[in-house]
């Protein structure tokens, strides 16, 4: 007859991870700089050891190429080409089922021309909104009918996040600059940075880097990125604070 050892069980220990959190960059207007600012987001929460991954909507597929230029020297960043896998054939698996439970930060990038159910779609699985504008008069009329329509998204009405406006490829000290921060202040959407207009972004993206990743960054981009940072950092803690 065999006997059964009825030595001490061991017992299995589970990992509780708390929910990521998902940052949707967004503008209907195209040519505002959406990119440039999902990419960078992504690198500065990689900098500082928090786990990233970057979705990729926009049909374009720039975030996606960026993140494929991205030495593996570099902190690492997850991506995912929503559009690309979404278009192919047999590829149904919701980027949501894929995040690993470890995953704290998600970055989103979007189309230009998003509206109505699209819009509204990635309105419901973000927990904050990022606004780019550039300083134009065309882009300020349509960051006004954007956030329009945003607020007025079934999704938003359920649930309103919190809202910034960054502005993007900015020349402090010109009227165009002046007139933003003035039509934003008068509209009173928080903006919250402003990322100046310099070649340091193009190097950057055309080598899958981020600001924060040249090993001489330059101390005016530190101090643009700072008070976007805090934002979110604020409100980040107190999104977790209210889930808790």
């Keep these: ?11 299995v220990r589970t990992v509780s991870y708390p929910p990521a959190i998902k940052i949707l960059v967004a503008n209907a207007k ?3 700089g959406k990119t440039t600012l999902t990419t960078n987001l992504a690198c500065q929460f990689a900098r500082i050891g928090e786990t990233t991954m970057l979705i990729d909507h926009d049909p374009q597929g720039s975030a996606t190429d960026w993140l494929a230029l991205r030495s593996n020297r570099l902190p690492i960043i997850d991506g995912i080409a929503a559009t690309r896998e979404r278009h192919r054939a047999g590829s149904t ?3 949501r089922m894929r995040l690993t439970p470890s995953t704290q930060r998600v970055v989103i990038d979007t189309p230009a021309g998003l509206h109505g159910n699209e819009l509204s779609d990635l309105v419901a699985q973000a927990d904050i909104i990022l606004i780019p504008v550039i300083p134009s008069a065309i882009d300020m009329r349509a960051v006004t009918e954007f956030i329009a329509d945003l607020m ?3 999704a938003f009405r359920q649930k309103a996040k919190p809202i910034a406006v960054v502005a993007n490829r900015v020349k402090r000290n010109t009227l165009s600059f002046g007139a933003l921060k003035k039509f934003l202040d008068k509209q009173h959407i928080p903006f919250i940075a402003s990322l100046r207009d310099t070649q340091f ?3 950057a993206g055309e080598n899958g880097f981020g ?6 960054q330059h101390a005016k981009e530190q101090e643009e990125w700072r008070p976007l940072m805090r934002w979110l950092n604020t409100t980040i803690s107190e999104i977790t604070a209210a889930n808790s």
């Design 1 to 11: 007859m065999n006997h059964m050892s009825s030595g001490p069980t061991s017992t």
């Design 30 to 32: 195209g040519g505002c």
């Design 93 to 95: 698996l919701s980027w």
């Design 152 to 154: 007025k998204c079934q």
């Design 201 to 203: 972004y193009v190097r």
């Design 211 to 216: 600001v924060v990743d040249f090993d001489r």
